[in-house]
């Protein structure tokens, strides 16, 4: 365990290195979620004016339900497309030096999947920031901040494990990209990332409450909207459980895995 700890550490220190020198990268990084914020949170700010909307979306502040949705989206965006760097170093040849080096093999996926968290992690924190100056009251606190952080970063190692997973079978960038954006529309819009679940219709509600996103979600909303509800523990073991399958999966995919 020691041993793929300190691997995964590795992997993961070269990855956000990488990450680090991008500078355009790191910019758009910091942007990016405030023009999330800004931009939708406040496009259908007048929605709540609507009483019976008002009390579907359980808060008179628009801004204040989408701030949880803007969150899962910002972390779903850079996590899930994990899985090009994969594809990056099979094809500059890193991927094989990894593969032969002595080393653990489920450190090459964790690693990049702690990576991939810390990046979505750091956007995540710029969100929250943004959201409190424009107003957003988070309504458990700061140890509720820390929680929704927490759950973002669950969900990030769930959505950055299942695309670098399929990336050890896909071999082309375009192939991956391809199947990533057939997935990350289902998973954001059959969500109640951008609207409630009970407005949907009855077929897609099925579908969101088999959506890990939407497992995300709610304890998220709840410690924004609501505070401290029962739903936060219950539903963040929930991701948690689904972590571990997602991790157990992956691992196993790369202890298979060959560099052709």
Do not use: H
């Not at 992997?11 to 990488?18: G, S, Y």
């Not at 991927?95 to 990049?112: T, V």
């Not at 497992?215 to 523990?233: E, F």
Request: proline share 4%; hydrophobic share 60%.
């Amino acid at each position: 365990m020691k041993e793929l700890i300190i691997d995964s550490y590795y992997i993961a220190w070269r990855e956000l290195k990488k990450y680090f020198r991008q500078k355009t990268r790191m910019i758009v990084t910091v942007i990016q979620p405030f023009l999330w914020l800004v931009l939708m949170g406040n496009a259908m700010s007048g929605l709540t004016s609507n009483p019976m909307a008002a009390q579907f979306l359980g808060t008179g502040n628009y801004l204040t339900f989408m701030t949880p949705g803007i969150i899962l989206m910002t972390v779903m965006f850079t996590s899930i497309f994990s899985g090009t760097t994969v594809v990056w170093d099979r094809r500059f040849g890193y991927l094989d030096k990894l593969l032969a080096a002595p080393i653990k093999r489920g450190a090459i996926p964790f690693g990049k999947m702690f990576a991939a968290a810390v990046q979505g992690l750091l956007q995540a924190v710029i969100i929250i920031i943004v959201a409190i100056l424009f107003g957003v009251k988070f309504q458990s606190g700061f140890l509720g901040i820390l929680m929704i952080l927490l759950i973002a970063t669950l969900l990030a190692f769930i959505l950055a494990g299942f695309s670098l997973a399929l990336s050890v079978r896909i071999k082309t960038i375009e192939t991956l990209m391809a199947v990533i954006n057939l997935f990350m529309m289902p998973l954001m819009f059959a969500s109640n990332a951008l609207f409630p679940v009970n407005v949907m219709p009855k077929w897609l509600q099925a579908i969101a409450k088999v959506n890990p996103v939407t497992y995300a979600i709610v304890p998220m909303r709840d410690l924004t909207v609501k505070g401290w509800t029962q739903n936060v523990w219950v539903y963040t073991l929930i991701i948690l459980i689904i972590d571990i399958i997602v991790m157990v999966w992956t691992n196993r995919v790369f202890k298979n895995a060959t560099a052709e």
